[in-house]
């Protein structure tokens, strides 16, 4: 009976943890996709526009916090006013704060760069959000690699935009009023844009500006040099993000591909437990010369007790523990007797 209650209370440990590392699995897996799916609708309520749903803001300026004619002041910006002034401004058309880099002369730029990054980070995939105010002058905002080389270039004048000076028209804008501009770079495929609402490029269709040899640093915003005449632009609501996904694996089109990996190891691992703790259970019992495998199970009811009793037959030895041949009722090395044994087993256990 002893040998019995044994068995009963193993098999309702293996039980217990395979029960217990299974719902361990479930809640990872569900936490991943409640946290996958919380995710996705924060980013499609904030930017219904977007392009992939997997992106990230990095960072984002709308000037209100700067001080009306003075430079800029963000970490991310650098500045250059070599032929002309970058200051804070604002406008009587409710656009409130903005930046505005005017060009005077023939002989420099005025420029500012926005890097994506303070620590140093490239990108292969990204989005530029910004809005634009621009009179007839020459202005590029151009997407620079980490190794300052041209990666894709969209040049404003005289209400044209083109992939270069005097390049391909892209698209044509209105002077003098805001406009909303989203630029969309993927170093595998190409870039695009909208503008107002209004795409240019479907998928990526645009293609790079010439080789590069770096990933995606920064936006150059810059004046021509001696064409263009003099002039301005105006700068608002600037907003960088990033797919981490992209960055770092090759993912579906809809971005997904990293919160999946993120719960295929969870599963995995749980399986992998369960098996290990199973294994090792059953390996302490074999041990312990008290059962075989096909003895492993769970016994429901006491009326089964004397049918597994009449068929419990011992792999060890219970006084040398030398493994026994089968159906051996005498030990070949100490010389028990297994059967007394048994029989003393069954009469403790009816006492």
């Known amino acids: 009976m002893g040998v019995i209650l044994m068995k009963k209370t193993k098999n309702r440990l293996i039980a217990i943890l395979f029960l217990f590392l299974l719902c361990s699995s479930s809640f990872i897996f569900n936490n991943h996709l409640e946290n996958y799916d919380s995710k996705n609708i924060i980013q499609d309520i904030s930017?219904?526009?977007?392009?992939?749903?997997?992106?990230?803001?990095?960072h984002s300026y709308d000037f209100e916090d700067e001080i009306i004619g003075l430079d800029p002041t963000y970490e991310s910006f650098t500045i250059d006013?070599?032929?002309?002034?970058?200051?804070?401004?604002?406008?009587?058309?409710?656009?409130?704060?903005?930046?505005?880099?005017?060009?005077?002369?023939?002989?420099?730029?005025?420029?500012?760069?926005?890097?994506?990054?303070?620590?140093?980070?490239?990108?292969?995939?990204?989005?530029?959000?910004?809005?634009?105010?621009?009179?007839t002058s020459g202005f590029g905002i151009n997407l620079n690699s980490a190794n300052n080389e041209y990666i894709l270039a969209m040049v404003w004048w005289n209400g044209e935009i083109r992939d270069d000076v005097g390049g391909t028209l892209l698209a044509t804008y209105a002077y003098n009023q805001w406009?909303?501009?989203?630029?969309?770079?993927?170093?595998?495929?190409?870039?695009?844009?909208?503008?107002?609402?209004?795409?240019?490029?479907?998928?990526?269709?645009?293609s790079f500006f010439g080789a590069f040899t770096a990933n995606a640093e920064h936006i150059w915003i810059t004046s021509f040099v001696s064409g263009g005449g003099d002039g301005y632009l105006r700068v608002d609501d600037i907003a960088f993000y990033y797919d981490e996904s992209r960055s770092s694996i090759h993912?579906?089109?809809?971005?997904?591909?990293?919160?999946?990996?993120?719960?295929?190891?969870?599963?995995?691992?749980?399986?992998?437990?369960?098996?290990?703790?199973?294994?090792?259970?059953?390996?302490?019992?074999?041990?312990?010369?008290?059962?075989?495998?096909k003895d492993i199970?769970?016994?429901?009811?006491t009326d089964r007790i004397i049918k597994q009793e009449e068929r419990v037959e011992l792999l060890y030895c219970p006084f040398c523990n030398v493994k026994l041949e089968p159906n051996i009722s005498i030990c070949s090395y100490?010389?028990?007797?297994?059967?007394?044994?048994?029989?003393?087993?069954?009469?403790?256990?009816?006492?």
């Open 47 to 58: 930017s219904p526009k977007l392009s992939n749903p997997g992106k990230t803001l990095l």
């Open 81 to 135: 006013e070599s032929s002309g002034d970058v200051y804070i401004d604002d406008l009587s058309d409710g656009q409130q704060k903005h930046m505005v880099l005017n060009k005077v002369g023939t002989t420099g730029r005025v420029w500012v760069r926005d890097y994506f990054s303070r620590s140093g980070e490239t990108y292969i995939a990204g989005e530029y959000h910004l809005k634009v105010y621009h009179d």
């Open 179 to 206: 406009l909303d501009v989203v630029i969309y770079f993927n170093l595998s495929l190409g870039w695009m844009f909208d503008l107002e609402g209004v795409r240019y490029g479907a998928g990526y269709s645009f």
């Open 251 to 293: 993912t579906d089109d809809t971005g997904n591909g990293a919160d999946m990996i993120m719960i295929i190891p969870s599963i995995a691992i749980s399986i992998i437990m369960i098996f290990t703790v199973i294994l090792i259970v059953k390996k302490k019992l074999k041990g312990r010369g008290i059962v075989s495998d």
């Open 297 to 301: 199970e769970i016994l429901p009811s």
């Open 334 to 351: 100490c010389g028990s007797v297994i059967e007394d044994y048994l029989n003393d087993s069954k009469k403790s256990s009816t006492k």
